[in-house]
């Protein structure tokens, strides 16, 4: 689980300070998301496709990762 | 020296300041009009874990503040700039066609949970057909709530849904949204959480546009 941390907000934007961001909401973005400059490989696991980028940190942040 | 890409943007290259993962210091490799902004680093110099995954949007946050940005996917190693350079030439017309997709856009998340714990029943033991049924109704349950969400649609340029991507999520959702409507966005979220019964709906963001960066359709 995420450490109990406030979502990023600009002063503009009204998103309550409270909310707490998971490690999936960031995982589906940083991992699965963004420009790809090579072919990674897609695995697809417990319903959510991660891109396989390091063994290592792919199997810490599905043991991680969790519900809410 | 590898590099480390951090975003793709429009800016020329000496403005780009500020720092990346671990403190490295940011550069811009710049071809045709535009820049990705890097940082010396190779795959070993990638720490692995969750703090390193928050450094890093960090930083693209930081760059968001100041840049159109196409951010990277993390951990996106290139051998140096002159490969850098050819990955910006070789898929030029996709960048900017992404770069016109997002200006002026943020992406802003939606997450729904159950209020009732619902998926603890959905996955209590029992037979296998108990199960698979069990699932199926959660599912159409899911469903259920990703449908009430349709109104979010209205305000953004473009919008990517799952349903269940796991038992205890129901819904969870990607929206790319006029900075000029994101808190309208915000409180149209508020709303539609305040007039479910079955979920509770939360809205994150704003992200840099990662989910909208590779040419998914409106």
């Known amino acids: 689980m995420s450490p109990n941390r406030a979502i990023y907000a600009s002063e503009e934007l009204e998103i309550p300070r409270t909310r707490q961001v998971t490690l999936l909401d960031l995982l589906d973005r940083l991992l699965a998301g963004g420009v790809v400059v090579h072919g990674h490989i897609t695995l697809a696991a417990a319903d959510i496709d991660l891109v396989e980028l390091d063994l290592a940190l792919l199997v810490a942040a599905t043991d991680k990762a969790g519900g809410r | ?218």
Request: hydrophobic share 45%; charged share 25%; proline share 5%.
């Open chain 2, 1 to 218: 020296m590898s590099l480390l890409m951090y975003a793709v943007t429009e800016a020329p290259a000496d403005e780009i300041r500020g720092t990346g993962l671990h403190g490295a210091r940011l550069g811009g490799v710049r071809e045709r009009g535009l820049v990705a902004i890097v940082s010396d680093g190779d795959s070993s110099s990638i720490d692995a874990s969750e703090e390193a995954l928050w450094e890093y949007e960090q930083a693209i946050e930081r760059l968001m503040a100041r840049h159109v940005i196409l951010p990277a996917r993390f951990a996106s190693i290139l051998a140096g700039e002159a490969e850098t350079r050819a990955m910006i030439a070789r898929r030029y017309g996709e960048l900017i066609a992404a770069l016109d997709r997002v200006r002026g856009a943020v992406e802003l998340g939606i997450s729904a949970g159950w209020r009732d714990g619902a998926e603890t029943s959905a996955e209590a033991p029992g037979s296998g057909t108990e199960y698979l049924l069990g699932r199926l109704a959660l599912q159409r349950r899911a469903s259920a709530v990703a449908r009430r969400l349709d109104p979010l649609a209205a305000l953004a340029r473009s919008s990517r849904l799952r349903v269940l991507p796991r038992p205890a999520l129901p819904v969870t959702g990607s929206y790319l949204v006029d900075r000029s409507r994101a808190n309208e966005f915000v409180r149209l979220v508020a709303d539609l959480d305040a007039g479910l019964h079955e979920a509770d709906v939360v809205c994150t963001g704003p992200w840099p546009p990662y989910s909208f960066v590779e040419g998914v359709p409106g």
